[in-house]
């Protein structure tokens, strides 16, 4: 007689299903959590004869297209929102308004052109200076913080390579746990939910992809290497390259790992290229500023008329070697330097040009050169790398390059065809190299007779400064100037900010689309699970009264049978 399975059967899977929809009730707001169900199939002992019903499995509800999908925006997102909060601070640093270095660059040429009508006026001087000083330190405070930002982005590649680190050994923790349990005829649904959601995770700080394995495990991918394997996990560990850049590699191997998106993949591109060309385009503002002005500055003269001494500001490596070797921050090239000495008992002046080639020439040869002209000593420090040129008694020196004595002679168009002077810092109005350590010459701020207004020397004349004033419309960036340089690397920062905004709402707006069709499918709704409820409860009841039905059918057989 089957009687007793049969109802015993339906009792027992109504039960199981009354406990999964509490299960399914329970974690209805739980994240990551998938719906589930029960399969029944009916229950027979010779293929006719019926034995009640048993449960064949349960059902976890996925939608794998779209968790792909899902997967791949997270990472997008992640990338974008990452890059779009650094691009944020680079606009933020620049400050493209009227206290920025755009600002700072039209307050130095209007001083400029301001003091050409009053040259040998020391309180005019002091404002110049003050505004050469203000861009020199709008220029290093950006350069700093460009820096920091770099650092602070460096840190959190480090924090975040250790967080994929943890996410994937945790995954494949999981992939032998299901695998254990799947193996042994049972199901893992709430491992798997786990795993999901850790991937999930995971594919918010490198890009990802899920190849499904037997018994229940799943391979994650990366852009080019394995991240997850069954229950082996990749590590990776951060180092630096010969550039200075950052690179990830995986535990055991030298080749880099590519990760195309996410919060890694936005933070080694910002890191590795689109902060240090940033930075670059800074530098090479700044560069163009020191050279063209100091340039000019070099070859002027102050109201206190030439030199009586001066020591180069830019050291060199190695004072022996060619100049061409030794990566001054300005470039040199063969050609001629002219040195003025004035007798300043008679005011002769004599004009010497020294022929000099950095491919062959040094700095100790450009001294003995110098050392050779009457009037006129130099020396070399070999630790400091520092020249110094120093005048006889009765004698002073500059390289204007002036009208020599009544008798004859006359200006020199070029004194410094060499650019030997800008890349030594002689006499020089900015010193430094790039936008980190660019700043004014310290006795100018003492001392503003020293700032070289002059050619000629003669009280009054501002013809220097005439000179540098012009330097603000010179077009040295592909037809832009130097404000206008400024005002393009704040646009493109500006439009890679707008950009990135755009795309993070966009994509934001797609996975919550994403996230929607999903949830229709995996997720719980309660009104559906309550039509269940009632389902299972009326098969607990049924198989109650079944079996009660049974026992007093029997109680009635034996009644006849005593």
């Known amino acids: 007689m089957n009687a007793f399975p049969i109802g015993l059967s339906a009792l027992a899977a109504g039960t199981r299903g009354l406990d999964l929809v509490g299960q399914n009730i329970a974690n209805a707001s739980t994240p990551g959590y998938h719906r589930q ?7 027979t002992t010779d293929g006719y004869n019926g034995t009640g019903v048993e449960i064949t499995g349960m059902t976890r509800y996925e939608a794998q297209a779209v968790r792909t999908a899902i997967l791949r925006g997270n990472s997008d997102q992640a990338d974008a929102t990452t890059r779009l909060d650094i691009r944020r601070q680079v606009e933020a640093t620049l400050g493209a308004g009227p ?9 130095f040429f209007n001083q400029v052109e301001g003091l050409t009508a009053r040259p040998d006026d020391p309180a005019v001087r002091r404002p110049l200076i003050a505004a050469a000083g203000d861009l020199a330190r709008q220029f290093t405070t950006a350069a700093a913080d460009l820096d920091k930002l770099r650092a602070d ?3 959190e590649i480090r924090k975040t390579v250790n967080e994929v680190n943890d996410l994937t050994t945790r995954i494949a923790d999981l992939n032998g746990r299901i695998q254990v349990v799947v193996q042994r005829g049972d199901q893992a649904n709430d491992l798997q939910d786990q795993r999901d959601r850790l991937i999930d995770d ?6 990802v992809r899920m190849i499904p394995q037997p018994y229940g ?11 997850v394997v069954g229950p082996f996990a990749s590590q990776y560990s951060v180092a630096s390259d010969a550039s200075g850049n950052l690179i990830v590699t995986q535990q055991g191997s030298t080749r880099p790992a590519t ?16 902060l240090p060309a940033t930075r670059g385009r800074l530098d090479g503002l700044a560069g ?10 070099a070859t002027g003269i102050g109201t206190d008329g030439p030199f009586a001494s001066f020591t180069s500001s830019t050291p060199v490596g190695n004072t022996a070697a060619p100049l061409a070797g030794q990566n001054l921050w300005y470039p040199t090239q063969a050609g001629t330097l002219t040195v003025s000495v004035t007798d300043t008992a008679t005011g002769n002046r004599t004009n010497t040009a020294i022929a000099f080639d950095p491919a062959t020439d040094s700095l100790q040869d450009l001294a003995t050169a110098f050392g050779g002209i009457p009037g006129l000593a130099a020396s070399v420090n070999a630790t400091t790398g520092q020249l110094t040129l120093t005048a006889a008694s009765g004698y002073k020196f500059d390289f204007a390059g002036r009208d020599t004595n009544p008798a004859g002679g006359g200006a020199v168009a070029n004194p410094d065809t060499t650019g030997l002077l800008t890349a030594l810092g002689v006499n020089n109005l900015f010193t430094g190299t790039a936008a980190g350590d660019i700043g004014v010459r310290s006795d100018l701020l003492s001392n503003p007779n020293a700032l070289a207004a002059s050619r000629t020397g003669r009280p009054g004349d501002a013809t220097n400064l005439e000179r540098i004033a012009l330097v603000r419309d010179q077009r040295v960036f592909s037809g832009r100037t130097l404000s206008g340089e400024f005002a393009d690397l704040a646009a493109v920062v500006g439009v890679d900010v707008k950009g990135l905004d755009d795309r993070q709402t966009a994509q934001a707006a797609v996975l919550r689309n994403l996230q929607g069709q999903e949830q229709a499918v995996v997720g719980v709704d309660t009104n559906e699970e309550l039509v269940q409820l009632l389902q299972y409860q009326r098969m607990v009841e049924g198989a109650s009264k079944y079996l ?9 057989l034996l009644e006849i049978i005593r």
């Open 288 to 297: 163009e500023l020191m050279g063209r002005v100091n340039a000019l500055h």
């Open 37 to 43: 169900r029960l399969d029944f199939s009916s229950r």
């Open 99 to 107: 206290g920025g270095i755009g600002g700072a660059f039209e307050r």
């Open 202 to 207: 995971l594919s918010r700080r490198v890009d």
């Open 548 to 556: 009660s039905a049974v026992n007093t059918a029997l109680d009635s």
């Open 259 to 274: 990760f195309a998106s996410g919060t890694l993949g936005g933070l080694l591109r910002e890191y590795n290229t689109d």
């Open 217 to 227: 495990a799943m391979n994650v991918m990366g852009t080019d290497t394995a991240l």
């Open 153 to 155: 982005t460096g840190t």
